[in-house]
């Protein structure tokens, strides 16, 4: 089981002072990570910052994913055209985030993990919650 499996954070979403994110547990006891009392919370905070990264202008995957796990902690670009491959578009192209966001949440789940446990009704519920 992977850390994001073990956090039911499936995005590996990091903390950040003075956020607390809906169905995160009361205790964290990783101090990098999120955990969440269930994995569809977990979902949901990888689409509601999918979302918030759209309204901030940020509409190619590259820039979300430039983002979401920096160069300068991650293989950017290896994780851009896995998650352009999964998503079926071009690094640049401009996309609209919601229209693809079960293909970008199992994606990004998918490189996080290295793999996807997740059903198709987890996902899609973790997204009706964002």
């Not at 964290?28 to 979902?43: H, K, L, R, S």
């Not at 949901?44 to 202008?57: D, F, L, N, T, V």
């Amino acid at each position: 089981m992977t850390r994001g499996e073990r956090n039911n954070n499936p995005g590996n979403v990091r903390h950040v002072v003075g956020v607390t994110w809906q169905g995160q547990c009361a205790t964290q006891t990783d101090d990098a990570f999120v955990q969440f009392t269930d994995a569809v919370y977990g979902i949901r905070a990888i689409s509601r910052i999918m979302k918030s990264y759209e309204r901030q202008g940020l509409n190619t995957i590259a820039e979300a994913i430039d983002r979401w796990a920096p160069p300068n902690e991650n293989n950017s670009e290896a994780y851009v055209n896995d998650v352009c491959t999964q998503c079926g578009v071009q690094p640049d192209d401009h996309v609209d985030f919601a229209a693809i966001m079960p293909q970008l949440v199992k994606a990004i789940i998918h490189h996080e993990n290295g793999g996807n446990i997740y059903s198709d009704a987890q996902i899609n519920q973790g997204i009706a919650l964002a």
